[in-house]
């Protein structure tokens, strides 16, 4: 994590500028040498019986370095696409195709990995990659788009100055961090599958996967329901719902309804994402969004870091997992109620289609 999130760290808003100043699928494009390269070095050193950790530190970092200048380009090229009106819906479409990577994806990994061994999966990675840049290559933008700003430092300047002037859309990042740095139970989730709900292995796996699918049922749910309009009150109200499943998950000692209640966090998170984007993306115009999809990529990298370390130091210092998460939550209900004090702009927030 820490090889990945450093050199995204260091390039990040450098990647932002460059995706407000370069056609955003060429940035994309020139981004997946990291991915495409690694695959085949990591291919050859497997193949070979040479493969060591620092090989595997170093294409993580590589391709942490290619994520700086992947992301702000590809999460600001969505609304360049896709009309306002549809942008929510497109938003929970690129949800579920990112919970059906995240469910088959480690499934198919291990089955060909049992098959056939490691190096041929990389192959066969290098070889998705080509697919997936023959698709962006179909991708079309109208030629108002196009920018032809020049790459400099004071562009960096500006995009802080843009988010500091827009509390709605500073607010909805920070939110975001905290909630995920409080209330992340991933991290102690084998300890209550073993210690507290004692339903082991099998039981973990089942508690994963709720998670998965709660995440994939809301996400194409919200395909078929109206665009949300006042997606900063939803926001509020969602992540501190997320915070109060989390309490209820933490007390629980019943497997039923802790599944029940850890599915639930993946429903309030994934209704937070949508609406999070649609504050993010539609409040952001064009020129600026790679910048401003730069700090919102950082928050982002930041709380998922962040988020299983606070709640395993928590459990370490206390011995007490149930502790960890509990705290956890009612931390992340009061970081809402904080944030949606200090920054009222956020709780009437509205994105109009």
């Known amino acids: 994590g820490v090889a990945h999130f450093v050199p995204n760290l260091a390039m990040s808003f450098l990647g932002g500028a460059l995706a407000d100043t370069r056609d955003r699928r060429l940035v994309i494009a020139v981004a997946q040498i990291a991915p495409f ?23 993580v970092g ?31 479409v690129s949800n579920v195709a990112t919970q059906l990577a995240r469910v088959l994806g480690p499934a198919a990994a291990g089955l060909l990995i049992a098959q056939f ?3 041929p999966v990389y192959l066969l990675h290098v070889g998705m ?118 309490i209820g998950f933490g007390l629980s000692v019943w497997f039923p309804l802790s599944l029940i209640l850890y599915g639930l966090t993946a429903v309030f998170d994934q209704v937070g994402v949508v609406v999070r984007q649609s504050i993010i993306q539609l409040g952001t115009p064009d020129a600026l969004r790679g910048r401003v999809n730069a700090a919102n990529q950082l928050f982002i990298a930041s709380s998922n870091q962040l988020g299983p370390v606070e709640s395993g130091l928590v459990a370490t210092w206390t011995s007490s997992a149930v502790f960890a998460v509990v705290t956890g939550g009612i931390g992340c209900v009061a970081a809402v109620a904080v944030i949606a004090a200090l920054i009222p702009a956020l709780w009437h927030h509205r994105s109009e289609p």
């Open 129 to 246: 990659v080509l697919v997936g840049l023959a698709f962006l290559a179909g991708i079309t933008i109208p030629a108002s788009s196009n920018p032809t700003a020049r790459l400099n430092l004071a562009l960096v300047k500006e995009g802080f100055a843009f988010m500091w002037s827009h509390p709605a859309i500073l607010g909805t990042m920070t939110l975001d961090m905290f909630a995920v740095i409080f209330a992340g139970v991933d991290a102690l989730l084998p300890i209550y599958a073993r210690d507290i709900l004692g339903v082991g292995a099998a039981g973990y796996g089942l508690l994963a996967s709720a998670k998965a699918v709660g995440a994939l049922i809301t996400s194409v749910t919200l395909t078929f329901l109206p665009p949300i309009v006042g997606t900063g009150r939803v926001l509020v109200i969602t992540l501190a719902l997320y915070g109060l499943a989390t």
């Open 37 to 59: 390269s690694a695959s085949l070095l990591l291919a050859a050193l497997t193949a070979t019986g040479t493969i060591s950790l620092t090989a595997i530190y170093l294409a």
């Open 117 to 119: 061994d490691v190096a």
């Open 62 to 92: 590589f391709t942490g370095l290619a994520s700086a200048f992947d992301g702000p380009a590809r999460g600001s090229l969505l609304p360049q696409v896709v009309a306002r009106t549809s942008f929510q819906r497109a938003v929970t």
